[in-house]
């Protein structure tokens, strides 16, 4: 086990990007036979949460503390062009440093335009401010947060919940493929993995942003948001025996404020599958929800990440480590863990993802496990009192990503092969590796990602 260790802090620390001789982030992949596509090179923001989560924790603060300077200068400089249209609360998915013979370095953005689905990645701003706020917390010194360009940054956040948009619900309505999952895959809308994101993410900007007169009204905005999201989330996407019960038998079309079917789910649009896979005593929060339309997919990281931010319940927060244990095979198998469950397969899988090759079921975003997904999977159930689920999810990885060289995901229902088109040498699963053992020898550390 030390020696999985050893390799994955060799692959991290050669994962390093500088800029002007600084480090400044961690490349995405370092592909031993260069197989991986242009963009791996880049330094990904909600890669380098788990990258800077550990460097936290070893007291490497510089590193860190660059990106997180660096990634916002990389946005300010963008916003500031008279010809962007990018949303304004946007940051980029990724960036890299450039070099050009007369100008020296320089870093270069990617606000969704060069990736492959072309979608602006909503999740970046949220992952660098739940990155600041843990690294504000590790070193107990707030000047970070005091900084012009951060509190500007933080103050985008709130201006997201105070948005014209045309949305009846307290959640984030969002396209296609806008975080991790960053392929068409029927993940526009409402993904929990956005909320729980944003719901973090509020939570902690909230607590740094510089209670002013100018920024009364933001702030009334963002707690107003906080606590509509954390009721909505907690009542409409959670499902379990008894809540699946009441959809089977929802009534339909009903109008006015008092109905029970307030999304007019029609009940025939329940997918078989759920109705056996779901056990008595577990639960989880839906994959999606919106106007006649849930999504009963679970979603691994959203889940765990909506225990970890105390957005579940305790009651929900125990449920879903129930599932996770009573469907282990499904969810985690060889390797933790399932990005989600069940795989699209079908017509579903050629509607809902364009018949991408890629997200073929059971492969890749579409049902593949992802080694990255054990440091939360880790964190939630130490978070959650299930210390012995995360050591055998940790030992199961500890065992095999060394061997298969450090993949970026792995294929099949039970995720026993490496994923067909998956980078080697993935910093990470690496790093996540690193941060789940860390969590384990000392529980302290949850401290950097508060309720
Ligand atoms: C893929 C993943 C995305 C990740 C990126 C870099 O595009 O879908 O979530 O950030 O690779 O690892």
């Given at each position: 086990m030390n020696a999985a260790l050893d390799e994955a802090y060799r692959l991290l620390n050669a994962s390093v990007m500088r800029y002007r001789g600084r480090p400044v982030g961690t490349i995405a992949a370092s592909d031993p036979g260069g197989l991986a596509a242009d963009n791996y090179r880049d330094c990904f923001i909600r890669d380098f949460m788990v990258s800077g989560l550990v460097f936290l924790a070893d007291d490497n603060i510089e590193i860190v503390r660059n990106f997180l300077l660096a990634s916002l200068e990389v946005t300010e400089r963008e916003h500031d062009l008279p010809e962007r249209t990018i949303h304004p609360s946007v940051m980029p998915a990724s960036f890299r440093v450039d070099c050009d013979s007369d100008a020296g370095e320089r870093l270069v953005g990617d606000?969704?335009?060069?990736?492959?689905?072309?979608?602006?990645?909503?999740d970046s701003l949220l992952w660098w401010t739940l990155l600041l706020c843990a690294t504000i917390q590790a070193y107990g010194d707030p000047t970070l947060a005091e900084r012009d360009d951060v509190q500007r940054n933080l103050k985008r956040l709130l201006a997201l919940c105070a948005n014209d948009a045309?949305?009846?619900?307290?959640t984030l309505m969002v396209p296609d493929g806008s975080f991790m999952v960053d392929r068409r895959m029927g993940v526009y809308g409402h993904p929990l993995e956005i909320q729980s994101l944003l719901y973090g993410a509020l939570r902690r900007a909230l607590h740094y942003v510089e209670k002013t007169p100018e920024n009364q009204r933001l702030i009334a905005v963002g707690e107003d948001r906080l606590r509509r999201l954390r009721d909505y989330l907690r009542r409409f996407y959670w499902l379990d025996l008894q809540r699946l019960g009441e959809i089977h038998r929802f009534p339909t079309e009903e109008l006015g404020e008092t109905g029970a079917n307030a999304f007019n789910?029609?009940?025939?649009?329940?997918?078989?599958w759920v109705t056996e896979w779901l056990p008595d005593e577990a639960g989880y929060l839906v994959g999606n929800l919106g106007p006649g339309r849930m999504d009963f997919r679970f979603f691994s990281q959203g889940n765990l990440l909506a225990i970890l931010f105390g957005l579940a319940t305790d009651q929900q927060a125990a449920r879903i480590m129930s599932l996770i244990e009573a469907r282990w095979p499904d969810?985690?198998?060889?390797?933790?863990?399932?990005?989600?469950?069940p795989a699209l397969s079908g017509d579903a899988w050629r509607l809902l993802t364009g018949s991408d090759p890629k997200n073929t079921p059971w492969c890749y975003h579409n049902g593949g496990n992802w080694p990255v997904l054990l440091w939360t999977l880790v964190a939630a159930a130490l978070k959650s009192g299930h210390r012995a689920l995360a050591e055998r999810a940790f030992a199961l990885a500890a065992q095999r990503l060394p061997g298969d060289q450090w993949p970026e995901y792995y294929d099949g229902r039970r995720g026993r092969l490496i994923g067909r088109r998956a980078n080697l040498h993935q910093t990470w699963s690496a790093a996540a590796l690193i941060l789940a053992h860390k969590l384990l020898e000392d529980?302290?550390?949850?401290s950097l990602l508060p309720e």
């Open positions: 606000f969704g335009e060069r990736a492959i689905g072309r979608v602006a990645p909503v045309f949305e009846v619900y307290p789910i029609h009940p025939e649009s329940v997918p078989d969810l985690v198998g060889a390797m933790p863990l399932k990005l989600c469950y529980p302290a550390l949850l």
